[in-house]
C-alpha cells in the first residue's frame, strides 16, 4: 500500500502570498493527482502529472518521480483558494491512494 | 455536460435498512470508481470498474458491501445491512483512459 504523507496538514496565510504544499509517497508510481476540495464537499480535479511540472492559472504542480516527492503552489493566493487540498499518488486507471489533505486557509 | 450524477444527493436511515447509492458517470468515460469518505480516515477508495468489469474491490470494507456496474452509464453501490459506522460521503467519479478524475457531488450517509 502506498503511504502518503502530506504537509502542511493546516496552513493559513494572507491573501497574495506564495503557497507551497508538499506530497511525498512510499511505492513508486507513473502519475500523481491533486484535488481541491472545497468548503462545500465537492472535489475538483486539479492536475494528474507524471513528470516535471504542470501549470494552470496560478497554480503550478511539479513532479520528481525518482524522488517520490511532489509539490502544489499557488502564485498571488486569494480567500477563495481557501480549501482542503488532496494529493492522490496513482496512475492510469488505478484506484488512487489519498493523502489526508492539506486545509488551507487564505485571509484577506 | 451534465458532470458525474449521483442520487440520492442526502440519505437518512435507520440501521439494519438496505441503502443503494446510484451513479451515472460522464458519458464516454471507461472508468468509474466509487470512494468513501470519512473524518478519521479521509479519501479511500472502495472499489474501480474499466469498461464495466470491476478491477479492484480490495477496498470494500466486508460482505455488506456490494457494488454492480450493468452499463456503462450506471452504477450502483449497496450496503446490507446498514451500520452507524457506515456513515459517511460516498464520492462516485469517472474517468477516461486513465486520464483526470471527474467526481459526483458526493451522497451523504447517515444510518442511526
Known amino acids: 500500500k502506498n503511504e502518503v504523507e502530506q504537509s502542511p496538514q493546516n496552513l493559513t496565510a494572507q491573501e497574495g502570498e506564495f503557497i507551497t504544499i508538499n506530497c511525498s509517497y512510499s511505492?513508486?508510481?507513473?502519475?500523481l493527482h491533486w484535488l481541491q476540495q472545497h468548503p462545500g464537499g465537492g472535489i475538483v480535479s486539479l492536475f494528474m502529472?507524471?513528470?516535471g511540472k504542470k501549470k494552470h492559472g496560478r497554480l503550478i504542480a511539479t513532479i520528481n518521480i525518482q524522488e517520490k516527492h511532489s509539490s502544489l503552489h499557488i502564485t498571488a493566493s486569494h480567500p477563495r483558494d481557501s480549501a482542503v487540498y488532496i494529493c492522490?499518488?496513482?496512475?492510469?486507471?488505478?484506484?488512487?491512494?489519498f493523502g489526508k489533505g492539506t486545509h488551507l486557509i487564505i485571509q484577506p | 455536460d451534465a458532470g458525474v450524477i449521483q442520487s440520492p444527493r442526502h440519505e437518512v436511515t435507520e440501521m439494519g435498512q438496505e441503502v443503494t447509492l446510484r451513479c451515472k458517470p460522464i458519458?464516454?468515460?471507461?472508468?468509474l470508481f466509487w470512494y468513501r469518505q470519512t473524518m478519521m480516515r479521509g479519501l479511500e477508495l472502495l472499489i474501480y470498474?474499466?469498461?464495466?468489469?470491476?478491477?479492484?474491490d480490495s477496498g470494500m470494507p466486508e460482505d455488506r458491501f456490494s457494488a454492480k456496474m450493468p452499463n456503462a452509464s450506471f452504477s450502483t453501490l449497496k450496503i446490507q445491512p446498514s451500520e452507524p459506522r457506515d456513515s459517511a460521503v460516498y464520492f462516485c467519479?469517472?474517468?477516461?483512459?486513465?486520464?483526470?478524475?471527474?467526481f459526483g457531488p458526493g451522497t451523504r450517509l447517515t444510518v442511526t
Open positions: 458519458s464516454g468515460h471507461n472508468s
Open positions: 470498474f474499466n469498461n464495466n468489469v470491476p478491477i479492484d
Open positions: 492522490a499518488p496513482g496512475g492510469g486507471a488505478d484506484g488512487l491512494t
Open positions: 467519479a469517472s474517468s477516461s483512459g486513465g486520464d483526470s478524475r471527474y
Open positions: 511505492v513508486g508510481i507513473s502519475a
Open positions: 502529472l507524471s513528470s
